[in-house]
């Protein structure tokens, strides 16, 4: 009895460990990559291709930084992608949150609810590539071709139903009872969702806000169509610009790429209570 | 996924017999119309015009008129070689890089939710990759690839095995694709998997283990059938995404070597733009959207059960 016991805790302690030693692997697997793009960013050109590789940089530079956002128009791609996200934001926040709530509270004659909802679901799995070429020749005809203007309206098509089902997700976990108590008070209907559902919504309209910033400054294939002039292209084109044929600047593209992380894993840990939701579009509340 | 007040509707009374505004009356309608107003626009249009841009001969000058070629463009895509070979690749890609994030996203989830509870911070880390944007994701494995001063080939000099051109290798070109998507984007089965398994009810295994049922038997007939919805969730989702892929095959391998890793939306864009024929690429296009037409159609099923 007592040696099966042991023989048990014995076994129990063995899973334990190869347990905590596949996570430490899955950890280090995870992180080398963007250590490693961080870590050549800081290098010489000359270290970045030294053979064996230079683990940890000897002469930390700010070289490429240099070379990248002030020689180069780094510092006016990464405005642009932030101009950019913020406007897609904006829009798909403002008016998706609005189409949310309607959706989470309304009732609305025939099946219309669901259909809506699931035709506005639809269009966010539309692939990219499918309207590159409709909306080239469509900017190309209005003339809006390498303009911001573009771009926002071209990431909303994708962040506005994103945005429409996180705000129907968070507003159908909300209590009616409260915007019904202030129904009762007084309050019109409108102002129900304005001081009521709103304010309590808050964290799920700042979670909302931030994955559409996110998604919108890693866009690539959109702004690639849309946007071949420097003062419209964004960080990913930049960066894309920089591997060429002939050369590619290892230094650039990786202070250039390790910039364009930072901002996204700030974000990251902010949303990390609502990335499950955020990632399955409302279907998986974590 | 317990939904809360889902579906619940409030009764519009009106206090006091006010004069009811007609904004107020029809503010179902009004919250909604922005919403539907532009995504029409954004969709249906772009949809419409593509099917008309399909059946035509678009020639590169702006001035030429297209010229009507009907389903011309449509029969192309079963004699085009490319086409096929891109379609394959795609197919290939999507299959063998969602099986691999499901299968060790699983078993990381299964591993975490077992010895390491509650501690945020290291899944919100684990989370990291795929969050990144995906060129930087691109940029970060050419250099890990790069075969002269590459950490792969580091690595394999010390192991003692042969170095390898990995990206630019025509039979290791799609595995290099696969192994950084895999590492982009198993993070997101694990995060939806953990989720899943946090929502597990307790009681069900409380008499499993009363019977005697092994954890093996208890992860086969419980955790499998309770994770089923968010499986499906999660691999459509995944599925949806890989057959997009285009960010990394263009940094990549542009589409080679010897079109090992052309995918189907680098070939659309190939075909727009290098080869000036946007009238054939709207019609490639449309097949994908008809091929993500019925997987959405049946991932929506699937949520609607969800629900």
Partial sequence: MATIRTRSRIRETLIRLSAYLTILVALILTLFPVYWIAANSFKFDIDIFAVPPEWLPQNPTLKHYDEAFIQRPFLRYALNSLLVAVGTTIVSVGFGTMAGYALARFSYPWQWRKQISFWILSTRMMPPIVSIIPLYLFFNSLDMLNTKSALVIAYTAFNLPFATWMMKSYFQD???????????????????????????????????????????????????IITLTEQSQTLPIGIAGRVTQYKTYWGEISAAGFMACVPIVIFAFIVQKHLVRGLSLGAVKG | MARTASGTQIPELQPGGRLEHWAERHLRYLMLAPTMLILLALTIFPSLYMFYAAVHRISPNPDLPWEFVGPGNFVRLLTDAQFHVALRNT?????????????????????????????????????????????????????????????????????????????????????????????????????????????????????????????WRQFWDLTLPFLKPVIAIALLLRVMDALRLFDLVFILTGGGPADRTKVLSLYIYQVAYRFADPGYAAAISLFVLFVTIVLSTWFMKRMRLAE
């Fill in chain 1, 174 to 224: 909300l209590p009616v009872e409260l915007e019904e108590a202030a129904i009762v008070d007084g309050d019109t209907r409108w102002g129900a969702f304005l001081h009521v559902a709103l304010p309590l919504a808050r964290p799920g309209l700042a979670a909302t806000a931030i994955f559409c910033l996110i998604i919108s400054w890693n866009e690539f294939l959109l702004s690639l």
């Fill in chain 2, 91 to 215: 197919v290939v890609f999507t299959i063998v890089a969602v099986t691999f994030e499901f299968l060790l996203g699983l078993g990381l989830a299964l591993l975490l939710d077992r010895f390491i509870r509650r501690l945020t911070f290291l899944k919100t880390v684990l989370m990291i990759p795929m969050m990144l944007p995906p060129i930087a994701v691109a940029i970060t494995w050419k250099i890990i690839y790069e075969p002269q001063f590459g950490v792969l080939n580091e690595i394999m000099f010390r192991l003692g095995l042969p170095l390898q051109a990995w990206a630019g290798d025509v039979n290791l070109a799609m595995f290099s694709i696969i192994v950084a998507d895999v590492w982009q984007w198993t993070p997101f089965i694990f995060l939806l998997m953990l989720a899943g398994l946090a929502s597990l009810p307790v009681e069900p295994y409380e008499a499993a283990a009363l019977d005697g049922a092994s954890s």
